[in-house]
């Protein structure tokens, strides 16, 4: 089957620091979607990005289909960034994801 | 934005009891799913269904039975639930024309004992 691999497993920053948090994935058929999960554990979608970069925010991610890898930069970080965030890959037709494990980020004022 | 509800949203249950998790939502999605997601892992899906009184088998479909008896509802029920099956388990919906873009519930926590 389908698989994700996320890099770091976790993430620990100050204030004002920048995190770049990385994504590989099994095959080039694939559409690609950064996640964000709050602490209290709500799920939210932050980028539907099967290839190039999407900007919204601080958040920039980037995705080279054919080298089977995604990047999820966070500039400026500040306390409410912490969470942890996962990719996901879509299965045609059912709409089905597969899920990494996700990076734990963590941010210190 | 689409709206998915959840019930219980926590939830103590004892070994071999029956346990059922309810999903509503109000947006007339045609797909909903059910996952799992235990500590320090991603979300993976147990079952989905993308038309009332059908379902579909996840990736890990073993020991859970899932229900679609209207478009708004979809129930994941465990029959005889077991330690393994505490989790966090969380319910989404997806729209049709929409193919990308799943609307998460908050989920329900699930120990059992």
């Known amino acids: 089957g389908q698989q994700v691999q996320q890099s770091p497993a976790s993430l620990v920053l100050q204030e004002g620091e920048n995190a770049e948090l990385q994504c590989n994935f099994s095959?080039?058929?694939?559409?690609l979607q950064w996640f964000y999960q709050h602490p209290g554990g709500r799920l939210v979608s932050l980028f539907y990005n099967p290839s190039g970069t999407k900007h919204t925010g601080r958040l920039t991610s980037t995705t080279v289909t054919n080298e089977r890898r995604s990047s999820l930069h966070i500039s400026s970080s500040q306390t409410t960034d912490s969470g942890t965030y996962f990719c996901?890959?879509?299965?045609?037709?059912?709409?089905?994801?597969?899920f990494g494990h996700g990076t734990i980020l963590r941010v210190h004022p | 934005e689409a709206a998915v509800t959840q019930s219980p949203r926590s939830k103590v249950a004892v070994t071999g009891g029956k346990v059922t998790l309810s999903c509503h939502q109000t947006?007339?999605?045609?797909?909903m799913y059910w996952y799992r997601q235990d500590t320090g892992h991603g979300l993976r899906l147990i079952h989905y269904s993308y038309v009332a009184d059908s379902t579909e088998k996840g990736d890990i479909p073993d020991g859970y039975k899932a229900s679609r008896p209207s478009q708004e509802n979809f129930s994941l029920i465990l029959e005889l639930a077991s330690l393994s099956q505490t989790a966090v388990y969380f319910c989404?919906?997806?729209?049709?024309?929409?193919?990308?873009?799943?609307?998460f519930g908050p989920g329900t926590r699930l120990l059992v004992l």
């Open positions: 095959s080039t058929a694939t559409r």
């Open positions: 947006n007339n999605h045609d797909y």
């Open positions: 996901a890959i879509t299965g045609a037709n059912t709409g089905k994801l597969t």
């Open positions: 989404a919906s997806k729209d049709w024309g929409n193919q990308d873009t799943q609307y």
